[in-house]
Each structure stands twice: as C-alpha cells, then as structure tokens.
C-alpha cells in the first residue's frame, strides 16, 4: 500500500495539499538506473552543452519564480523577501557553475608528454577527471531553494557531468515538486536522458537509506542533521562498494572577541551577534552559537540579552524542529552553572518561538557535551572567560564550519592575541572571519563552506562556492592513447581552451 | 611482556636478525601524540623548508643506498637491479614532491576581493589549503622502499605538511627501520620536531588498528590487500570522528585485444603481456590478470604460455604470501570451464612458484567470482570471446587500477572497437593504457594510480604522482581578515609567488 503525507504550513501547523506518495524501492530503483543509463550520455556532452543545461535551468525557476516562492513561504513561513533572494542565490549559483564549465579548469587537465630515450622510457601520459556517475541529493529543509533539489548539490554535481536523483526534504515537498517540475521541463525540451534529473518524495528515513545503498549511486550530497548525515555516512561506508558522502551537518560557529575590541565596540558587536543568531529564526548552519568573552562583558550580554529579546521572530521550520528547540533550549538553561539571560521574559505571541541568551563559564562550557552540541534555532551562548583562556578555548570547540574573532587590528598587543586565535581556529574550522558575521556564504570561488568533523563528513570539501564541483569528479589517465581514441579536451592543440598543466608547467589558454 | 618478531629471507625462509618489538598501545599513543604536537610547527614552515626536508630525506636514503639496498634484497629476495631502481624511484619522488612545494601550486590559493557596494556586500574571501594533520602510512611489501614508510605516501603527506606515523610492512621490518633511522637523522639535523615522523613496528594487526583508531590521527595511506584496506577503512568509518583512508588495494588490470592486433602482432602482444605479468614474480598492483581476446586466438595463447613458462622467476615475497598464491592458482585451475595452459610443467627447482596461464570463456568468467578476483603472483587469465562480446565484457571487470586496450589505429572498424572499448574502460578505471603494459607507473604530474573500488577505497585520488599531496590537504578561507593576520601564501603582494586564481581569474606568477 502506498503511504503519502504532506507537507505543514509553520504559521498554523495544518497540512498543506497536495498529498505526496512515499517513494517505494521500485521508485528508488527505477530513478537509479534511470540516471545509470543517463551518464555516459551526461558525461559526453561538450562543456558548451552542460553550460547550456544549467543555464536553461536557472532560466526555469526563474519564470516559475512567483509560484516556486509563494509555495516555499507556504511550507517554510521564511518569507517573500528572503525567498525571493534566496531563489537569486539557486540561479545566481547554476549561472556561475555554467561559466566554470565553460572555462574548463575543472577538467583538471594535465599533459605530460612522453620520452622514449629516457631510462626508464616515459609513456605519454594524460589525466583528466572526469563524472563520477549518478548523484543523490538530499534537500535541505532550512534552504528551501539554495540547498533544495536545484540547490548548489545538484547545480555542482550537473556541472561535473552527474546525473542527480534528488529526495526532497518532507518539510518542502511541494516547493520541491515544483523546482523538480522545472528541471525536468528543462532536460526534457534540451532532448537530454530523462534520468539526468529525478525527484524522489519521502517523509521517512527509507527512501533515503534505499538510495544511498543503490549500487548504482556513485556519490552522496546531504545538508541537514548531524545524526542524518552520519546515518548516510555509515551506511554508504558499510556498502559492498562504498561511496562518498558529502554531508553537511551544521556547526557551533563559534566568536572570539579580545578585550581590546570588547572595550572598543562590545554593544555593536553584541547587535551584530544578535542579529545573525536570530536571522531565519537562529535556523542556518552558520548561526553564531556560542561566544567567548573576555572579563568585563557585562555591558555586552546585555546588549545582546536585549538585542536578541527585540529581534522579530517568526515560527520555526516545523513542529518536530520547534518542539526539539524547546525542549533543548530548557535542557541546557537548567544545567549547573547556565545563567538564562532571557529568564524573565515570556512568549509574547508573535507565533514563533522565543530567542535566547545563555550565559555560563568556561569550566561549565569544557564539562557539559550539551552545550557544545549544535542547538538549531535562535539561542546563543556566551562563555566568560579569563583573557588568558582565550585561546585555549579554542579547542574546546568541536569542529565546525566558522569561527569569527573580532579584533582591534591597531593595538599590537590585541593583534597578538588575534593571530593566535585566527591560527587556531584555522585548525578546526573551514572558515575564519574578522569583525563579522558568519551567517550568509557568498557563492564564488574562494568560498569554503565545510570543516573538520562533525561539521561535515569530508573537510576536504566544500558545498558552496565553485570548488563543491569538485566532490563529483575522480581522475583518469590516458597512456600512450593515440589522439583518434582521447576524449577532446586531451587533445594536444587544445580544442576546447582549457587551462593545463604540460610537462610540469601551468599554462592558461 | 612485549612480543617480538623477525622478517624473514623469502630465498630459504629463515629468520633474519635483529628482532623487532611489537609496537604497543603506548608507543602507538605516544607516536600519534608526538605528531599532533609537531603538526602546528611543520604546518607554519616556508615552502622552501618543506622542501629542503624532502630533498634532505632523499639525500641521507641516498648516502645510505648500499646498505638499504642489501637489507632490501634479504627481507624480500627481489634483488639488486630491482631494488636499485627503486630507491631511485623513491628518492625521486621526494625531491619531485619537493619541486611541487617549491612552485606552490599545492596551496590552492584563490583570492575574491570584496565589493561593498554590491547587494548584497561582498566580503573579502581568501582560500588556500592547510595539512589535515598526522597521517598513518603503511608501508607495503612488494615495493619495500618506494611504497615503503618513506615511499610516495610519506613523502606527499610530508609535502602537504602532515606529520607521519608510519607502520612498517613486517615482512621488510629491518629495511623500514634503516629507511626510518635515515628519516629521522634528517629531521634531527633540520631541528624539525621528532614527531615530524616515527616508525611503529608490528607483525599483527594489533599496532594497525591502533594508529587508525587513534583520535590523533587525521588520515590514513595503504597499499595492501583488499582484505587489509578494507578492514583499515571500516574501522575508520566507525571511529567517533571518522578519518579518510586512501587504500590501494589492487587491481586485475584488464587487457584487450581487438581482432586486427591479434592478427597483426597476437605473438608479440603475448610475450609483452607474460613479461609484465611475471615481473617481480607478479607481485605488482598492476600485473595484468586478465586478457580479453578475440577468436583465432591459439597462436596467441600458444606463444603467451610459452612466454610465462620460461620467464625467470625468483621465490615470492614470503611464505604466506607464496602459500596462497599456489592455493589459489589450484583452485582458479581446478573450476569447471577453466583450462590450466601450463599444467604439464611441474616446479623446475628454480626456488621459487610455478607461473601459470588460464584459458576461460566469458560465460565462465561471468559466473565465477573468484576469476574476478586480484590473485597476487605470476598468473594470467585469458578469456576468449566472441568478437562482440570483447565490448560487453568491459562490465564484468570488477573496478580496477588499470585497463589497456591493444588496436590497430590505421584501421578504421578496428578503431570504433577500441574507442568503445578505452572509453568504456575510463569508467571502470583509473588509467586506461594504449599498445603497452601497465606494470612500471611513472612518477608525474599526470599520473593516475588509483580507480573505483576495490582498487581503491577513494577513486578521487591518486596514490602515485604528483596529485597524491591532494589528499592530505583541506581547504580554509579567511574572510575580511587584515593582512596582518592572514597566511603568507594569502597576501595580495602573492609574496611565495605562487599560482593563484584571483577575482575569478587564473594567474601565474
């Protein structure tokens, strides 16, 4: 029998039609092969062509834009101007991933000609990387769009020449239906394999798991939970045939302020703090968590106590996510020495959920595994600390994604305690910010979105920016190949005018 | 009460002195930790000093030579010639990995200048990639010095900047400890720190489990059996913080011939394959174990067994290595459909195994599992098909290391075969090779040694070749940070000179 559910409008808690049928292994099994069948021809498209496809997919959602928005407030209740922007970011980031096509450095293309009259003779030998077969992605239910079905997972994965199997997160199924609507659209008037792109529904945890162990799934991209994502890790790494899962799992993200700064700018900085902490309702994984104060803070927790108290807050993504925020917020208010800073303040109706501050001590920071588990929503964390425990706070941090110090760069003495926070930091974190927020990631080409377990299941990776292409390609060499039998980009005149590497020496088109 | 062990002499089986103390939890945490400590310290050094380090590692194995070489030829019986062309292969690598820190390259350095005026702002955004931190290498047994505790895996995880542990292959024990003190002499004469590298020995599984397992370790390089590689990454995948592990684990390296090669030059293909296959006594990763040929292959079949009958062969590299190479080879002979080419010859006292050809068909090969298995030695599979089966039988391969394709290239019908057949092979390998053998793999810029598993457990990297640094680097980005507290390598000046994309824009220096 064939389950469905559907989604949840956050403002009232009531289903919202249509219903969705729950993917059964027949399903999971029949978008599989679609997309095993759909990559040689992927695979041989000139980089014009795979341009051309994303191109036509930003181009889609875009002309579908007011529905795909209205849909996404409906079942996210984030809003029609942070919808409309985020919809921007998803074609923004399919337009960008065209233009790395088309440059082709992504090709990675090396030639390293032969020498017969060398001891030992050296073949000519030419590396390319080249599609790692089909791609299952995982929408996100914080980024509706920017990291739903269309999101930067699949626009990478398409640039590298994968075909996706997308499964869309349960809490945006209807947003999720639509984008998928669009691109498939899309690959079906470019005449492209129908199993290029296929969309998967599911409210439980099976279709996910059935994917993820088809042995013709090639890789994984996933945002969401620590526990999901380790769940897919662990079983793509138990598979006859392991895979790699690239699993974003959110972070603590935390902030650093020296005294100097403290001194100089702590009720501006505690305005910024609250500001990121709350934004999106505290619900992105680059959310300020937890901040590190030097003595004589005072001022500035309670800037931030009032700051937070004041920032307009809608509901939560949805119930399961909102009753966890409640209940862990209470659990880590109630431990020994955790000072609720919002205490006196009572839910004022505005249909969502309170924000909170909590205030504690670095001992009870370095003793209660609670507190430095991400917490999903709008809390942060202040931990007071000696001016000499600064830095070695740092480890205590569990891996993340960011880490932010604010500084006062003139003061010599506050810019040695900034370089050894920044070096630290640097060792846990993927990315390292001065005198800034870390909610908003810019889609380019020095971006970093990822980090150390247990921010992501692969620190070596990114899944923003133009380097999360680089998850869905694997190398292959050529020896001694005839030109006739090369792919086109190895060939030696450089058809396609791709940047290389030839006989040792980087040389651009 | 410490156990010990010896190697032994593959020539009479007898141990060779000293004896080795089994590593035990203690030293196995006292080396990891002695790495975490020196992490920061070789992470923080120019790329010169990296550098120097290599060339310094390569000079002292080098003034060494003689007596390496002598050690060498005891523990593993593969004799002077070999070994001396494999410590040059592996001083080589070092100061090759020394060039490629020298130019910089390895860093990844992409710089995106912020734009406050955009909407929304743009920030400054720095990325570059750091060592992930200490690195377990374990050091193979068939290449005691080039894929030995300061083979390609330590000297590309030096390269990135990682501190190694190394794990000694027991059957060469005393060869990684000469090799280990030459290491370690260089990095005492360089002041770098004594964690930089230390050498665990161990005859069990035990000390391997340990360094894999162990919180302090970041990565893992393997060249091994699939059974050890995989056992190695399940236990990394299990820990609380999982770890990648880069294991080499083998390959049948398959090989075509089309049908108008085998008209033309069947015999000569023959005696290149029954060289490359009995080299080393078949104890290479990329001996070629199975041939796919076309009909009217008897002369071929003919001249291949009479090749690998008179090929000269020395013992294997230890008993339990030689043991089940000959259990297998009888029951890879004894299966219903497989004929033993060689199964008059009986042992000819040359002290050492039997090499052996096999002739199966395809529908035997399909069947059997355990044809499609890597077995280690001297042994050639030949599968004869039809014409039109050479290009369906691509799938049956398991994931391999290599592929080689044997065409005419002036014929145009003989070329649409081998287009089909070396593109089909690219996605099944890491290397696809043209009219030659994939035994001797060159140490360059486009080398690929890696593949799908169960050659590999990460088919995104390489284990030979320039590319291997990659795998022991992850990225960081600086965002907005004042240039006082920015890396070197990320000053917009580019003061180490290297290649960099800037704004988008790829540029050399």
Redesign the interface.
Known sequence: MTRTFTAHDPRTGDPVEPSFSEADTAAVDAAASAAAAAA?ALAALTLDARATLLEAIADALEADGPALIARADLETALGEVRLTGELGRTTGQLRAFAALVREG?HLGV???HGDAAAT?A??D???ML?P??PVAVFGASNFPLAFGVAGGDTASALAAGCPVVAKAHPSNAGTSALVAAAVTRTVTRLGLPEGTFTLLQGAGHEVGSALVTHPQVSAVGFTGSLRGGRAL??LA??RP??I?VYAEMGSQNPVWITPAALAARGVKIAQALAASATLGVGQFCTKPSVVFVPPDADAFVHALTEAVAAAPLGPMLDARIEAHFVARRADLAALTGVTDATAARTSDARGGVDAGVLVTDLTTWSREPLLREECFGPLIVVVRCRADELVDAVATVP?GLTAS?WSE?DDVAD?TL??AL??RA??R????????VPT?V?V?????H?G???AT????S?SVGM?AVDRF??????????E??LPTCLHGANPWSV?R?VD?H?E?P
Chains 1, 2 share one sequence.
Do not use: K
């Open positions: 040689p450095a090396v030639i390293d030992p050296r073949p030998l030419r590396r080249v790692l077969g890790a662990d790494a138990a045939e392991p790699p891996g110090v760069p810019r900034a370089a920044v070096d640097a060792t974190v993927g990315r390292v910010l001065h005198d800034g908003g810019a380019s080409w020095a971006q970093q990822g150390p377990y247990p299941t692969a620190a070596s990114t380097h390609l694997r190398p292959v060499a050529y020896q001694d190949m005839p006739a039998l940047p590497r040792g980087l651009l």
